[in-house]
């Protein structure tokens, strides 16, 4: 990886008069712009856009796509973000020009095969989870927990319930507390138990009528199954509160449980985890959110309907929070994620799910004489080992981190869960072959030799990446956001 | 077994070297009356075949984007994609990486992201951009509740003339958190006079397009000084391409930019994914939302890319973040920066230029026919808003039974009283010869 160390922006290879695509003539007589936007109203100067021919875009991008680790590269163990394979034929049907060429404001009848789709899919995601319905609008899992509080909200002022608070476990998602203040609720942190788990009795102690929700994640980001969730679950419905399932860690229970049934009342689906589609460097996803008979009334429009073999647009939903996105969601995301679902079937998912948890498992073993485990016992689909033990050879989990990067892998995610110190947060998900399981774990091994044996070579790690650790402190101070033609360097 | 690395023989040996002896044994923690007893209720597996069998039926049964021309906006414009586009975009490197947490392997994003900004940042007027946010109607949102938090005020002054789905995005954003709404102004550009009534020591913001949704160009500069005088902040969400013969709203005095990056290199694909752009000036830099990128340099001294100002975000301030967003939508951001590449600032203004051209051909060709009027007045770029004689949902049918094209956008659902109204844009993809035949039709439709 150490070459190619060209670091030259797509401006560092403008040249003025170069380009890369045309435009036909004009066909229709033209009038002078001036004549048709007033003066004032005028750019002065155009914008500050590169010049540069096509084949030197290809290769600028080539050149910098090299730059980035990747799924079909090697493996991606980052905990909590199911970094699974993303099937190359979901690609191909997502951009079928009959699907991703619609308008979403064109005449419904011409978009019945779109809209079939879709409406297949919400049920059928809906039968996954145990929920009555889903809504597909939401552009993102955080855009989802947004959602599902929001719903939560509009039922409590339509029930004439006074509440306040969400309860939220320390070991949640920043994600959670954020949406929770987002939709004008107070959080109270609920402290996990000394094995990770919930702690029922703390919890019984924290609700009151004021509690609005109880936001769990489940299996919960230590990669144990919330064993007394059903019990969660009455206590937080015995003052009318609702239970929000975070649905981050959904790829450990495809076919084994569904949260419907543990009784979540709203949960969400991070379709570019469990259900493989591209996470595409940060986006786009999708944040579907399933709802319980009565949060239906509430949610955001337009639903997508059938009548009598025509699907429609609903827009006449009187107890509707109103709209989220702009139309219907992320349709080409949730395209792919419908060829994932109708790829595997009933029976595959469930295959998926137990994989990722034996191949955690699988891991889990191989590693833990080195990195030992937080909460000991068998995972779901992801584990927790702690690095406090290299602390004193001068080792941070961090260090390890970006030894990994040398050793041509991703890293773990690094210091979350908050609630372990110097922790890892390892996933390998299904993907992973027996050899592949292996090789990972021989990179855990080696780090851990080297820690113990020369530590140097970690804590000065990555040695052998396109770039070495990076000043973010000097980043955020200075700021230099954009480029500006004066601060244009000719790279490394 | 699809997408899984190994069958059941090897499943039984990697139990074996986990010391269980059924998978059984590892979840134990799951009680026996959460256990599913049997299958979910969805279809059995299907193969590539038969995959491609179903969506491709599927397309079939919608119109054909590639053979009817379409004169559908409202936000999401149908301009021509360089074929280099989808191939970057289709780089594993590219669309199989996750977020940039990793910046050492990560610096292909880091970078594309980086010129994302850039690009934002130029086309605005202003200092920083983000990443990207979902989409335009989130982004002015999301603008909306950082005018308050940097404000300290709670009103925001909503122009008539923004688009309405974005409107009612606004509210289900800021209503729970405690924001007031307040329209001002009709359907006509905005005066400073309109905002006269409402505008106060507690409005925090006020959000106008641009062109708005009806296509007609707004006055910026005035507004923004109406603004100003009282303290508060002008967001403005702004089309893109227009802004390559627009002036940049920063420049007029926007304190926030956003604006829907779709039409630069993306497909419609029925509203999303999109891209939202979100810029502001360097005074409301630590209350952005989303990521950010910023360009540093590694312990060898040589040139890199990071995430930066990460405090801002959910991850490290939960609760306090300045909002829950960690998500850009990265790949349709990419598409928009290879487009603008490929365009260059010439690309660009010919492109506009097009679009605006074609756009008064058209108009002038459509208005000319007995009953029909373009409401409201005032310059325009690519798209403006026709009244009609019969109901827009009638006429919309007529003309694509008559002639296979998608005269625009019904505003029955969107306009109080908009039921005899039709929004018509116009892209550069459109030919003499198309909108001949759509005038004609249009005029066959009411006659």
């Keep these: 990886m150490r070459n190619p160390r060209d670091f030259r922006l797509i401006y560092d290879r403008s040249v003025p008069g170069h380009r890369g695509y045309r435009l036909p003539a004009c066909d229709v007589p033209e009038e002078p712009i001036e004549a048709l936007i007033p003066g004032p109203m005028a750019r002065a100067r155009p914008p500050r856009l590169p010049e540069v021919a096509e084949p030197e875009i290809v290769r600028h991008y080539i050149r910098l796509s090299v730059l980035n680790h990747h799924v079909d590269k090697a493996a991606y163990p980052l905990g909590s973000c199911t970094m699974k394979y993303n099937p190359k034929v979901n690609e191909d049907l997502a951009r079928i020009p009959g699907l991703a060429g619609l308008h979403p404001m064109a005449p419904v009848d011409l978009c019945q095969g779109l809209l079939s789709l879709l409406h297949r899919f919400t049920v059928e995601l809906a039968e996954i989870v145990g929920m009555d319905t889903v809504s597909l609008h939401p552009a993102a899992g955080a855009q989802g927990e947004m959602l599902g509080i929001r719903l939560a909200r509009a039922y409590h002022d339509a029930r004439g319930n006074k509440k306040r608070t969400v309860i939220i476990p320390d070991s949640a998602h920043g994600t959670n507390p954020a949406t929770a203040r987002m939709v004008g609720y107070e959080t109270l942190e609920l402290k996990s138990r000394a094995d990770g788990r919930l702690d029922i009795d703390a919890l019984r102690e924290m609700v009151t009528d004021e509690t609005a929700a109880l936001m769990v994640t489940n299996p919960n980001t230590l990669g144990h199954f919330e064993t007394e969730i ?40 991070n379709l570019h985890k469990t259900f493989s589609t591209p996470h595409g460097g940060g986006g786009p996803g999708a944040g579907p959110v399933g709802v319980k008979q009565r949060l239906v009334p509430f949610l955001p429009v337009p639903t997508i309907v059938e009548r009598a073999g025509r699907y429609d647009l609903d827009y006449d939903r009187p107890q509707s929070i109103g709209r989220l996105h702009p139309h219907v969601g992320q349709v080409g995301i949730i395209l792919r994620a419908m060829a994932y679902m109708r790829s595997l079937g009933s029976e595959g998912l469930a295959r998926v799910s137990r994989a990722a948890i034996v191949n955690a498992n699988y891991l889990m073993k191989l590693i833990d004489d080195d990195y030992p ?56 998900t299904e993907s992973e072959s027996r050899a592949s399981l292996d090789s990972l774990a021989e990179v855990f091994r080696q780090i851990a030799r080297e820690a113990r044996e020369t530590p140097q070579v970690v804590i000065d790690a990555p040695h052998d990446t396109p770039v070495r650790r990076l000043d973010e402190g000097g980043a955020a101070r200075k700021l230099a956001v954009r480029w500006i033609p004066d601060s244009a360097s000719e790279g490394a | 077994m699809p997408y899984t690395g190994y069958g059941s023989q090897e499943e039984k040996e990697l139990l074996r070297s986990i010391g269980v002896e059924r998978f059984e044994d590892l979840v134990t923690a799951l009680p026996e009356s959460l256990r599913l007893k049997g299958p979910v209720d969805v279809p059995p597996g299907q193969t590539e075949l038969e995959l491609r069998r179903l969506f491709n039926e599927a397309a079939l049964a919608n119109y054909d984007p590639n053979l009817t021309p379409s004169f559908l906006g409202g936000g999401l414009y149908d301009h021509d994609i360089p074929a280099v586009v989808q191939h970057m975009q289709l780089r594993s490197e590219f669309y199989t990486a996750y977020t940039p947490y990793q910046p050492e392997v990560a610096q ?59 409107r009612e995005i606004l509210k289900t954003y800021g209503l729970p958190p405690g924001l007031r709404f307040v329209d001002v102004g009709g359907e006509e550009p905005l005066r400073p006079a309109d905002l006269a009534p409402h505008i106060d020591g507690e409005t925090a913001a006020l959000v106008l397009q641009q062109p708005n949704f009806f296509g007609s160009i707004e006055s910026i500069g005035p507004l923004a000084e109406a603004v100003h005088a009282k303290g508060a902040l002008l967001i403005v969400e702004a089309d893109p391409v227009a802004l390559a013969l627009l002036a940049p709203p920063g420049e007029l005095g926007a304190d926030i930019v956003v604006g829907e990056g779709q039409s630069l ?20 830099i630590r209350r952005l939302p989303g990521r950010l990128v910023a360009e540093t340099v590694d312990r060898d001294g040589r040139r890199g890319f990071v995430l930066t100002l990460q405090t801002r975000e959910q991850h490290i301030r939960r609760e306090k973040a300045t909002s829950n967003i960690c998500t850009n939508n990265n790949l349709v951001a990419l598409a928009f920066t290879i487009t603008l590449a490929m365009l260059g600032p010439a690309g660009l203004k010919e492109m506009a230029s097009l679009s605006l051209q074609k756009a008064h051909y058209l108009e002038r060709a459509l208005a000319a026919i007995p009953g029909v009027k373009r409401s409201p007045g005032g310059p325009f770029f690519r798209e403006f808003a026709l009244t009609l004689p019969r109901p827009a949902g009638e006429v919309i049918d007529a003309i694509h039974r008559d002639a296979r094209i998608l005269a625009g956008i019904d505003l029955g659902r969107l306009v109080p009283g908009g039921s005899n109204r039709l929004l018509v844009a116009v892209t550069e993809k459109r030919t003499r010869q198309e909108m001949d035949l759509f005038a004609s039709a249009l005029e066959r439709s009411l006659a």
């Design chain 1, 373 to 428: 485990v937080a909460f000991p016992g068998p995972c779901m689909h992801e584990f927790v080992v702690s690095c406090s033990w290299m602390k004193k050879h001068g080792v941070k989990n961090i260090d390890v981190a970006k030894r990994m990067l040398d050793l041509g892998v991703h890293a773990p995610t690094v210091s979350f869960p908050l609630i372990v110190p110097d922790c890892l947060m390892i996933e390998p």
């Design chain 2, 108 to 166: 292909g994003t880091l970078m594309t992201i980086f010129e994302f900004q850039s690009m934002v940042c130029d086309l605005t007027g202003l200092d920083v951009a983000n990443a990207s946010m979902y989409d335009a109607g989130s982004a002015a949102a999301e603008a909306a509740l950082l005018a308050a938090a940097a404000t300290g005020r709670d009103r925001i002054l909503v122009a008539g003339t923004l688009h309405p789905h974005h």
């Design chain 2, 265 to 284: 290199g993306s497909p419609p694909s029925y509203g999303g994914p999109a891209c939202g752009l979100f810029a502001c000036t360097r005074a409301l």
């Design chain 1, 230 to 269: 059903e019990e969660a679950a009455r206590i937080v419905h015995a003052v009318d509160g609702l239970l929000y399932m975070d649905g981050a860690n959904l790829n450990a229970m495809l076919g084994l449980a569904r949260p419907g049934d543990m009784g979540a009342d709203l949960v969400h689906i």
